[in-house]
């Protein structure tokens, strides 16, 4: 499938690459983060949210922990899941009643996702071979920072912005952490998932008591 101009196929999906997958089992939480990603964007529970953005992290450290050592990919995990909760404390005194979406916002995001994924799988193989990654890493990894860099541009919450800004950074840090193996660099990269949770844990905080005043 593809698109083509003067002879040159532009777009094109040749879904054997997908058959060089490492590991087959690694499908499924592949199709996990997807379906996490859509349900993300059909609710507007915060809590059901965390719960999906938890399952992204857990899905994610599945993978990377048959290509990295699992105490490096369990610390991946923790400094995730502890990111969640210090951002959930702070929603749970502000956010206590979600709002329904309007059906027609629900149908332009789903679209708006589905064509995000058809681009993830045009662009999947040449960035794993290129930078010579696990396809699986590169996949959960194309998929998590498509999501975030659209869950920005469309939402106007604080913290889904900061939700999606930790999601983000987690899909850059699973290609760049395959990549780079030091200790140093990679804690510092937990670090600043933690000041960025901090940070978005201050900013719901300050903004509703802006506002309340």
Known sequence: MGVCVSGFNILSIDW???AIMDHWINIIPILIITAACVYIFITNDWRRMLIAYAILYV?????IAQ???FTFSLVKLITGL???V???ISINRYYAIPEKKVKSELVFRLIAL???FILVAFMVYRISNYLSISLEIVLASLLLVGFGIFQLGITHESYKLFLAILVLFFGFELVFSSNET???VNGLLAVVTMLIAL???FMIINENETGEE
């Not at 899905?59 to 993978?63: G, L, P, R």
Request: hydrophobic share 60%.
């Open 16 to 18: 054997r690459y997908f």
């Open 59 to 63: 899905c994610a450290f599945v993978i």
């Open 67 to 69: 290509y990295w050592s």
């Open 82 to 84: 502890m990111s969640l």
């Open 86 to 88: 210090v951002m959930g």
């Open 114 to 116: 589905c064509l995000i």
């Open 182 to 184: 030091s200790l140093l």
């Open 199 to 201: 940070m978005g844990s």
